[in-house]
């Protein structure tokens, strides 16, 4: 059974999971993801398949967001717990001129909740 810590556990590392993005900062996003997780870009012509060490390489190679004062806008528009040890956050956000559609999968370990996968799309801002 899920209670309301559940809920603020995951909110604090949704919390986490944006900034980290944001900053392009490895470190804040080790906290929320789990060591085996996977990455996964479903774009059309960019599909991407990581390892959570290849993504954060990825990740500490971009020049952050925040160095720009890119806008942002992130949003959880539903969690949803499953039995109970796991959990499914849809989250839409923009940074680097994208919009971004996240599908997160969330398991429960030691009393922590860390992201197992994460599925994504985007599309190009307009100008």
Known sequence: ???????????????????????????????????????????ENDYMNFSVAEYFDAVSKRTPPSQNND??????ETITFGEPDMAFVRARM?????????????????ETWQIMSKIFTYKPQED
């Open 1 to 43: 059974m899920t209670s309301a810590r559940d809920t603020t556990t995951i909110l604090e590392a949704m919390q986490l999971y944006f900034d980290g993005l944001y900053h392009a900062d490895t470190k804040i996003l080790a906290k929320v993801f789990h060591p085996d997780a996977r990455y996964v870009n479903v774009t």
């Open 94 to 110: 923009s940074m680097m001129r994208r919009d971004y559609l996240d599908f997160l999968t969330f398991i429960k370990t030691d």
């Open 71 to 76: 806008p942002r806008n992130d949003v959880i």
